[in-house]
């Protein structure tokens, strides 16, 4: 079974740093491109970043760039996304996704981990 | 970037009714369209992909529509566990956006 557990959220003040982690299971985490996307609270979805299987591609939403970083670790089937300089509208569920396997685009997300929180609040 | 909109934003149906929710892109992305469902306090699922194609496990009675910039999501007989929010996405190029999504509420 395809499993992805999210880790790493919780309260921040602005201005500061969180990293959070994505643990997968259940498939052969080195052939798939791996993602983020958030949900403000009542609000839709955003896609955040996403990363190629071996780490040669990385793409961000232009409104995160420079803050933001996304990397994995094959040999530990483990994603994240190392967040700087933390804002109040970053205040989200964050969500890993899973790249759909031998589709033409990276964006396609099918399969997706329980979300973790992140706030941030003074 | 390429921007989606949905309509409608929310209705109430029936079980057994036939629901249809439309998806509109600003450009033209081919068949790089794809439909999730999303209950509430629970993750996106992903219904279809490629415009008409059925993920595993989907419920036949989901179906996707359209190419080009038009597309559709129809439920053939709607059921309870339908409710909760509908969302297309384009996934044609870099960034990938999602639409604000169809809330679906049963009555």
């Known amino acids: 079974e395809v499993q992805l557990v999210e880790s790493g959220g919780g309260l921040v003040k602005p201005g500061g740093s969180l990293r959070l982690s994505c643990t997968a299971s259940?498939?052969?985490?080195?052939?798939?491109?791996v993602n983020w996307v958030r949900q403000a609270p009542g609000k839709g979805l955003e896609w955040v970043a996403s990363i190629s299987r071996d780490s040669t591609y990385t793409y961000y939403a232009d409104s995160l760039k420079g803050r933001f970083t996304i990397s994995r670790d094959n040999t530990n089937a483990a994603l994240f996304l190392q967040m700087k300089s933390l804002r109040a509208d970053d205040t989200a569920i964050y969500y890993c996704?899973?790249?759909?396997?031998?589709?033409?685009?990276?964006?396609?997300?099918?399969?997706w981990g329980q979300g973790v929180l992140v706030t941030v609040s003074s | 970037d390429i921007q989606m909109a949905q309509s409608p934003s929310s209705l109430s149906a029936s079980v057994g009714d036939r629901v249809t929710i439309t998806c509109r892109a600003s450009?033209?992305?081919?068949?790089?369209l794809n439909w999730y469902h999303q209950k509430p306090g629970k993750a996106p699922k992903l219904l279809i992909y490629?415009?008409?194609n059925l993920q595993d496990g989907v419920p036949s009675r989901f179906s996707g529509s359209g190419s080009g910039t038009d597309f559709t999501l129809t439920i053939s007989s709607l059921q309870p566990e339908d409710f909760g929010v509908y969302y297309c996405q384009h996934s044609f190029t870099p960034p990938p956006a999602f639409g604000p999504g169809t809330k679906v509420e049963i009555k």
């Open positions: 490629a415009a008409s």
């Open positions: 996704a899973r790249t759909r396997f031998g589709h033409l685009s990276t964006f396609l997300f099918d399969s």
């Open positions: 259940g498939f052969p985490f080195d052939t798939y491109s």
């Open positions: 450009e033209t992305i081919a068949d790089f």
